[in-house]
């Protein structure tokens, strides 16, 4: 491996790292009264909720369910669309690394062991990840389609996630008649889905301690940035 091979691969990973990100990426939706607000981060996951002072009157404690699930549906929908045009903007953007780095010649040629001891390390992570992905696969394939319920500390709302989606979603119609805050009634539908994101995340958790390559190579534990410049290409 010689400096351009670096340089390219350099490129590459900028490259790539730039056009799917998506981590800074939200989501924001609204019912058709505009009372009810939800905020999805990059993975769709619900971030905040908002219920304006007048749903009692405009929306009904029998519709505000529904209203609540109309505005996470848009969320989504808004997250996905951001994502999409981003990701087009970018394709479309000059690439990386049009330029090569010229070294003199009589310079002595860099010394890239440590940078190529990186790589090589990252190639046995890759290979230990490809002999994973079918458990990975199937893994994922069964969280698509399980259910985690969650509910709020006082039993007053009730939430079902269909892998990572909020698929049912129930209120108590008793504390809903004493006519609670829109902020009130919003907190306690966070904090059934806080609860069921967390039982959903200890299970996946446990599922992949099976899975070490693919574990090790999760966002959480692996900084891209760092890579790179171990690897001196950043």
């Known amino acids: 491996?010689?400096?351009?091979?670096?340089?390219?691969?350099?490129?590459?990973?900028?490259?790539?790292?730039?056009?799917?990100?998506?981590?800074?990426?939200?989501?924001?939706?609204?019912?058709?009264?505009?009372?009810?607000?939800?905020?999805?981060?990059?993975?769709?996951?619900?971030?905040?909720?908002?219920?304006?002072?007048?749903?009692?009157?405009?929306?009904?404690?029998?519709?505000?369910?529904?209203?609540?699930?109309?505005?996470?549906?848009?969320?989504?929908?808004?997250?996905?669309?951001?994502?999409?045009?981003?990701?087009?903007?970018?394709?479309?953007?000059?690439?990386?690394?049009?330029?090569?780095?010229?070294?003199?010649?009589?310079?002595?040629?860099?010394?890239?062991?440590?940078?190529?001891?990186?790589?090589?390390r990252a190639l046995t992570m890759l290979r230990e990840i490809r002999s994973e992905l079918g458990e990975y696969r199937r893994l994922i394939e069964e969280e698509a389609v399980r259910e985690t319920v969650g509910s709020d500390r006082d039993g007053r709302v009730s939430i079902t996630l269909t892998g990572r989606r909020v698929t049912a979603l129930t209120l108590s119609d008793r504390w809903l008649n004493t006519q609670p805050t829109g902020q009130a009634v919003a907190e306690a539908i966070c904090a059934a889905i806080f609860e069921a994101y967390r039982a959903e995340a200890q299970r996946t958790s446990a599922a992949m301690a099976s899975l070490p390559g693919i574990a090790a190579a999760q966002p959480g534990n692996v900084d891209p940035a760092a890579l790179l410049r171990r690897m001196g290409l950043r």
């Open 1 to 120: 491996m010689n400096l351009y091979d670096v340089q390219r691969l350099r490129d590459e990973a900028e490259q790539a790292s730039w056009m799917y990100g998506r981590d800074d990426i939200v989501g924001v939706g609204q019912d058709t009264t505009g009372l009810v607000r939800v905020e999805v981060d990059h993975t769709d996951a619900v971030q905040r909720i908002e219920i304006g002072a007048r749903w009692w009157n405009e929306i009904g404690p029998q519709g505000l369910a529904e209203a609540v699930r109309r505005a996470l549906d848009a969320a989504m929908k808004d997250r996905l669309v951001a994502w999409a045009e981003r990701a087009r903007v970018r394709a479309a953007a000059p690439v990386f690394g049009t330029e090569r780095m010229q070294l003199p010649s009589d310079a002595a040629a860099p010394d890239l062991s440590n940078q190529i001891a990186e790589l090589r």
